[in-house]
């Protein structure tokens, strides 16, 4: 499999720049890989394809505010700063990634907020983006933290060309959002209301949580034509050995096994045993999937509808087979289904 294997012609207003005003009043469509057939529903309808003592599995991530406007020393220039990862809590440096980069050198100093009482100073040059931050603030760590949030703005992915409005605090984080860490939404799970929750459990779903924290790596681009040779960035998961009961119980009553996301489907492959049921795990993968690969794990999953030579888009093709998958999307496009963050879903069974 090839890199252009994966491109498709998407019309940009596809790319869906606000959520459908119901979560589970988006669209979704239905791939049934062993019948060969695409249906057209709604996602509330969901529940129609799931039985008693089912298993799914959510990624309970949760998304902090982590793009921060800052001001350079002496300039006053308007610099980006977008949070990936806290490298150290007690000395408060972070790995970021900052825009414009080039006007940004070790040893500059960027101001936040009106009265200042932020400053960061740069450290290190990782990338070509990246920088490590020291973050100086007087007050505790959780004053610090506090800050950060109050600070920050939704992290809305690039393509949404709109400023972030105050909803999208709210969507841009699915309703079973617990442990913080990501730089951006699990968006399959976006989809989900509480009222369809409630709805699955009474009909006697079982649930199961992972952690995925989703970094920017899920979108970086791949820019090698052989797949074998691309990098994944690693992030941090967790697999809880009460997750994990869940899943093998499901797996061993041969019943349905959704992982809800790309995100979910890396961590559950991402800690596999030789007989192919899950363990617990905590730490990082890098794990990246593509055609042709064998699942150990889930027999189904949601997602949503992902750009053009996209690691997601990959992941997708290797679970429902690549040339479904592109009868799929064509069809997706013919039929002008939302694409991306905010758009709308998929079910493979």
């Not at 002008?336 to 493979?348: N, S, V």
Request: aromatic fraction near 10%.
């Amino acid at each position: 499999m090839k890199l252009s294997n994966f491109n498709f012609e998407l019309p940009e207003e596809l790319l869906a720049e606000y959520p459908a005003s119901n979560r589970d009043e988006a669209r979704l469509m239905v791939l049934n890989r062993k019948e060969k057939t695409i249906e057209h529903k709604m996602f509330k309808d969901l529940i129609d394809y799931f039985e008693e003592d089912d298993v799914m599995v959510l990624n309970n991530t949760k998304v902090f505010p982590a793009r921060l406007f800052g001001n350079k020393e002496k300039t006053g220039a308007r610099i980006e700063v977008f949070l990936l990862r806290e490298l150290n809590p007690e000395t408060r440096l972070w790995d970021v990634l900052v825009d414009p980069a080039r006007k940004i050198r070790i040893g500059n100093k960027l101001y936040f907020g009106d009265d200042e009482s932020l400053v960061a100073e740069v450290i290190d040059n990782t990338t070509s983006r990246g920088r490590t931050l020291r973050f100086l603030f007087d007050g505790s760590y959780e004053e610090f933290r506090n800050k950060l949030t109050e600070l920050g703005e939704t992290p809305l992915p690039k393509y949404i060309k709109r400023d972030v409005e105050p909803e999208d605090a709210d969507r841009y984080q699915t309703i079973f959002a617990k442990e913080e860490g990501a730089v951006a939404a699990p968006t399959a799970g976006l989809h989900f209301s509480k009222h369809l929750l409630k709805r699955l459990e009474i009909k006697g779903i079982n649930f199961a949580e992972v952690t995925l924290h989703v970094g920017l790596g899920t979108f970086s681009p791949v820019e090698v034509e052989d797949l074998s040779k691309h990098k994944m960035d690693s992030e941090e998961i967790a697999l809880p050995q009460s997750s994990v009961d869940t899943i093998n119980n499901g797996i061993n009553r041969k019943k349905r096994v959704c992982a809800v996301g790309t995100t979910v489907m890396r961590a559950l492959e991402s800690s596999v045993s030789s007989n192919s049921m899950l363990n617990p795990y905590a730490g990082w993968t890098n794990k990246f999937i593509f055609p042709p690969y064998d699942f150990s794990i889930a027999n189904c999953m949601v997602t949503n509808f992902h750009t053009p030579k996209s690691t997601l888009l990959m992941m997708v093709a290797a679970f429902a087979g690549h040339d479904f998958v592109k009868e799929a999307y064509a069809e997706a496009v013919k039929e002008k289904y939302r694409f991306y963050t905010y758009g709308d879903a998929m079910l493979i069974i």
